[in-house]
């Protein structure tokens, strides 16, 4: 990204024209001459004032809406921000781009430059950078409510909190140093560093201990429907999305390709995977799909075994829980054909079961626990985290070393955890993030 820090930037921050209302954007240190050229005047600071914006080079009217400026440093980005709410029309917005464009140091955003700039400025560390982002792409109640957590702060708090303990705990082995002769320093000066970094690092392995459910959170939990051809698989899949996603025919072998389809149970995004049904064959396209499905159940969070005969007789992958799903409840004459070894009867046809399915699901994955306020939802941290505690540890069996090179350990710890919140030494890390957003954030 081409960081051109001293242009004014601005972009049009609501959805796709055309719209009732379009909100266009405006930061940096030309939005104040921006807005005299347009409006004549400055509105006040964070009041909404109804104003008519005029085209500079003839002064015909552009539109009528509603302005807000923001001076920095407390606004989004840090600088002045101002916002223009116009009507949505293409020509409106259109006309309005290009009369800003036209100005002095304009120039429009890039993705994600209104936040970058937020970053830089100090607004938001790169937590909640990137909880922003979840929170623009949430599409259940799970994600956004993970994703608004992190966006307020809930792992910048903890990870400054430890960072700050393992700063602290340096300080004073460096003190410690200072003053007493290094051959013998007394373990006492140094033990209150020693348990506050043990402290730390307990707290990081129950932190990193949560089995990744935010990311599953944020990502989807993924559940593979499996078992042997024409068990009812494909039509499991359509009753429970209620729509054709895939062919069902009475002929075993059907489904070949995975078919996947996004579910929301109990608010949690759920990725739905229809396979092949499993059996020898000497088709090279069934068996393909067969390999497929297979592979695709060893990381599933969840695999349901699907059987319309008194046993499960296929192998399931062992890594993934499993639901044994007895189907074409509707074709059993009597209660006492229940097949024991099953979790669940069903029947798509009828659609009886399906909520005890979804309930099961849910249940299965732990849908239903409460979500503690921070929590893990990218590679990124937990990386970043075990990294740290791996130093910590190191650190607790350094017993005999010198007390620089525990030191140096806490220092390192303490920077693992920096660049988990973009503290330290992020450069090489913010162009990935920040290609997340959409032009406008
Ligand atoms: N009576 C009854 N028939 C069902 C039910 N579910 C599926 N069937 C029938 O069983 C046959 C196979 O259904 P599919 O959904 O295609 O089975 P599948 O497991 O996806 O089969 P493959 O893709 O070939 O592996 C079709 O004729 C369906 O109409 C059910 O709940 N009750
Ligand atoms: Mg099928």
Redesign the pocket.
């Known amino acids: 990204m081409a960081l051109h820090r001293d242009d004014t930037i601005f972009a049009l921050s609501s959805g796709a024209a055309p719209s009732g209302v379009a909100v266009i954007r405006l930061s940096g240190q030309g939005v104040r001459f921006g807005l005299e050229t347009l409006l004549g005047t400055v509105p006040p600071a964070r009041l909404a004032s109804l104003r008519t914006l005029r085209a500079p080079e003839n002064g015909e009217i552009l539109d009528r809406g509603l302005v807000l400026f923001f001076p920095g440093p407390a606004s989004f980005t840090g600088e002045d921000v101002a916002e223009l709410q116009v009507h949505g029309g293409r020509a409106v917005i259109a006309g309005i781009l290009k009369a800003l464009s036209a100005l002095p140091g304009y120039r429009a955003a890039e993705a994600g430059e209104f936040t970058r700039r937020a970053f830089e400025n100090g607004r938001a560390d790169l937590t909640e950078i990137e909880g922003l982002a979840d929170l623009i792409a949430a599409e259940t109640e799970m994600q956004r409510r993970l994703a608004i957590r992190q966006a307020d702060g809930g792992l910048r708090r903890l990870y400054e909190d430890w960072r700050h303990r393992l700063i602290r705990a340096r300080a004073l082995v460096e003190a410690g140093l200072d003053f007493v002769d290094e051959e013998d320093v007394p373990d006492d000066v140094m033990a209150p560093a020693w348990s506050e970094a043990a402290g730390v690092a307990t707290e990081m392995a129950a932190h990193l201990d949560d089995q990744h459910f935010g990311e599953r959170v944020r990502d989807g939990f993924e559940v593979v429907l499996l ?10 899949m359509n009753a429970l999305v209620r729509r054709e996603a ?10 070949r390709d995975l078919i996947e389809v996004a579910l929301d149970i109990d608010g949690h995004a759920v990725t739905l995977i ?1 396979t ?2 499993l059996r020898e064959t000497e088709s090279l396209v069934e068996r393909e799909g067969i390999t497929r499905a297979r592979r695709r159940a060893d990381t599933a969070d969840l695999v349901l075994a ?1 059987s319309d005969q008194d046993s499960f007789a296929e192998t399931i992958p062992d890594g993934a829980p499993v639901l044994h799903v007895r ?5 059993l004459d009597s209660d006492s054909k229940r097949v024991e070894s099953a979790d669940l009867h ?5 659609g009886e079961g399906l909520d005890a399915l979804i309930q099961a699901i849910g249940e299965t994955l732990r849908l239903a626990r409460p979500m503690p306020t921070a929590m893990i939802t990218r590679a990124r941290q937990r990386d970043g985290i075990a990294r740290s505690l791996g130093y910590l540890r190191e650190l607790a069996l350094a017993g005999d070393h010198a007390v620089e090179v525990k030191a140096e350990l806490l220092r390192s710890a303490a920077d693992a955890l920096g660049r988990v919140t973009g503290k330290v030494d992020v450069e090489d890390l913010l162009d990935v993030i920040f290609s997340e957003f959409c032009i406008g954030k």
């Open positions: 078992g042997a051809p024409n068990v009812g698989k494909s039509s499991l895939a062919i069902v025919t009475a002929e075993p072998g059907t489904t229809d092949a049904g699907l189907t074409k409840l509707d074709l069903l029947s798509a046809r009828t």
